[in-house]
């Protein structure tokens, strides 16, 4: 099993929506909605911002979503803010018995 | 509150042999898939393994099967990883996590970091 592909930067000004897509394959993303996101500032451990492709821990911002087409899966950060300056990790279920697939990361810069 | 506090990390030769350990607190350990997780220096999370509830189901990652076992002791609040025959890309900061199911990891610890080094 291969990671899942992002892009490993993407970026925006305040206020304004970015999109970090996260590509695998019909025998995980595609295959599944079982798609979950995480957020790791440096030094910390990473944090659940969606679930199940589109769903949102209790106390995750709305500003937060995510979606999913075929073997690609999105997450979307809606009026970016200084704090949402971050890696974003996507990861998806691959079947039982078959550890879940991590994406590469990427650091989004707030401008 | 849930608390997920790792301990066992250091720096071990090539070839040595190492045991992590993940104490959990403020949840009923034994209802939760619990699991390693871990980050190389400036590097990407990878799973390392995980394990059912009631410890009949263990998955471990490829790069590191014969050389790795989960084990977990509910009674205990306890998750460990016992890790064999080192190498040092083993090197990196290994994170204990509840998952509520499909990788929906929810809490995480502070994470251990292991050094791999002569």
């Known amino acids: 099993q291969s990671a899942l592909t992002q892009p490993p930067s993407a970026s925006g000004s305040p206020g304004q929506s970015v999109t970090i897509s996260c590509t695998g394959t019909s025998s995980d993303v595609g295959g599944y909605n079982r798609v979950s996101w995480y957020q790791q500032h440096p030094g910390k451990a990473p944090k659940l911002m969606i679930y199940d492709v589109n769903k949102r821990p209790s106390g995750v911002p709305d500003r937060f979503s995510g979606s999913k087409s075929g073997n690609t899966a999105s997450l979307t950060v809606s009026g970016l803010q200084a704090e949402d300056e971050a890696d974003y990790y996507c990861c998806s279920y691959a079947g039982d018995n078959i550890l879940g697939l991590f994406g590469g990361g990427t650091k989004l810069t707030v401008l | 509150e849930v608390q997920l506090v790792e301990s066992g990390g250091t720096l071990v030769q090539p070839g040595g042999s190492l045991r992590l350990s993940c104490a959990g607190s403020g949840f009923i350990f034994s209802d939760y898939w619990m699991g390693w997780a871990r980050q190389a220096p400036g590097k990407g999370l990878e799973w390392v393994a995980n394990i059912k509830p009631d410890g009949s189901v263990k998955n471990h990652v490829d790069s590191m099967k014969g050389r790795i076992t989960i084990s977990r002791d509910n009674a205990k609040n306890s998750l460990y990883l016992q890790m064999n025959s080192l190498r040092p890309e083993d090197t990196a900061i290994y994170f204990c996590?509840?998952?509520?199911?499909?990788?929906?990891?929810?809490?995480w610890g502070r994470g251990t970091l292991v050094t791999v080094s002569s």
């Open positions: 996590a509840r998952d509520l199911g499909w990788y929906r990891a929810d809490s």
